[in-house]
């Protein structure tokens, strides 16, 4: 028995030794990788920041992407003529076809970077290579595609980018609101037609809304508003239509706001008091008021919020809840008029 447990002791302190080695020798390359790349990078960045064209030849033993990476940091660091000399000392080394190569990686990082390093070499064999990354496997990345597809001199419609990006339901990423508001500040009628197309996926109506409330557009609030008072109270479009309303801040939201102070969602009351604010919609100070008292912080905060932003008819309803409401509601009214220092 002994024997048994001196073996296995011994094989257990084989296999940590081993393990340990291991470890010890990847720690060691990889450190030594790490700093060769950052003394590549300090050898690279003073060839790339002189005035002259870096000849191929000082490149040597400098690996491709750190060529490629430092090149692209430098650009996005600049601007006016000193970005265009970086653009095309980046072109004379090869710089977009290196990228154009990596689009093909297995790596969704290499990809992703390598579209994104694209966007800058308005030319037409990036192009193409942008358009190829529109069909990529990943959502992300196709997007990115677009976005930098959508960044160049001759841009495609925007119909005809969502056509081949198949966005499905459920894909509402940044990338997505960012692309619709590239187009909302240029083709806003473009955008505004995704919103009122109901063959596409509800999240993508969704973030083209976002990406017009922020333009301040007001030609989409009556869309908005029969949009907001056909939405169910629990589904989550309600609170982003009545969100994007209170962007736009135009009066004609007025029937879709009213309805939502009234609505059973807790998110959806928080939006409509966030658009009744900014708005200044005095028909909401006796709905708002009564807002004060809601078992919600949040939604008693956001009220109190907009009544203070109606001016003194919402100020008086303040004060009255603060001396003749219940409790939750005097502590709401008195806090926030204390805090914007207003007498009672």
């Known amino acids: 028995m002994l024997h048994l447990i001196w073996d296995v002791s011994l094989l257990f302190a084989g296999t940590a030794l081993v393990v340990m080695t291991i470890l010890v020798v990847l720690r060691v390359a990889s450190t030594w990788h790490r700093d060769r790349l950052l003394a590549a990078r300090r050898r690279l960045a003073p060839l790339l920041m002189a005035g002259a064209n870096t000849p191929e030849t000082n ?22 003529d000193e970005r265009t000399r970086f653009v095309e000392k980046a072109r004379a080394l090869g710089v977009p076809e290196r990228l154009r190569r990596q689009t093909r990686s297995f790596s969704r990082r290499r990809r992703m970077i390598a579209v994104q390093g694209l966007a800058l070499f308005d030319d037409a064999m990036s192009r193409e290579a942008l358009m190829k990354a529109l069909a990529d496997r990943d959502d992300d990345i196709r997007l990115a595609a677009a976005l930098a597809l959508a960044s160049g001199d001759d841009p495609l419609g925007l119909d005809e980018l969502v056509a081949r990006l198949a966005l499905r339901e459920g894909h509402s990423s940044l990338l997505t609101i960012s692309l619709f508001r590239h187009y909302a500040d240029h083709a806003p009628d473009e955008v505004q037609a ?15 809304i976002e990406a017009l409330a922020v333009t301040g557009d007001y030609r989409l609030v009556p869309a908005i508003v029969e949009l907001g008072l056909h939405a169910p109270n629990d589904g989550e479009e309600l609170p982003r239509y009545l969100h994007a309303l209170g962007r ?27 658009a009744a604010g900014r708005i200044a919609l005095l028909e909401s100070a006796d709905l708002l008021a009564d807002l004060l008292d809601a078992p919600e912080w949040w939604v008693r905060f956001r009220a109190a919020e907009a009544l203070l932003l109606l001016g003194e008819p919402g100020v008086a309803r303040m004060r009255k809840t603060a001396k003749d409401g219940g409790e939750q509601a005097r502590e709401a009214a008195v806090t926030m008029l204390a805090e914007r220092g207003i007498s009672l």
């Open 59 to 80: 490149l040597n033993g400098i690996p491709d992407p750190v060529v490629t990476h430092l090149t692209l940091d430098l650009i996005q660091l600049v601007r006016g």
């Open 248 to 274: 736009i801040g135009h009066p004609a939201a007025r029937e879709a706001v009213l309805a939502g102070l009234a609505s059973s969602s807790m998110p959806a009351r928080v939006a409509a008091a966030g």
């Open 194 to 208: 995704l919103v009122l197309d109901p063959a596409l996926p509800l999240s993508i109506r969704l973030a083209a």
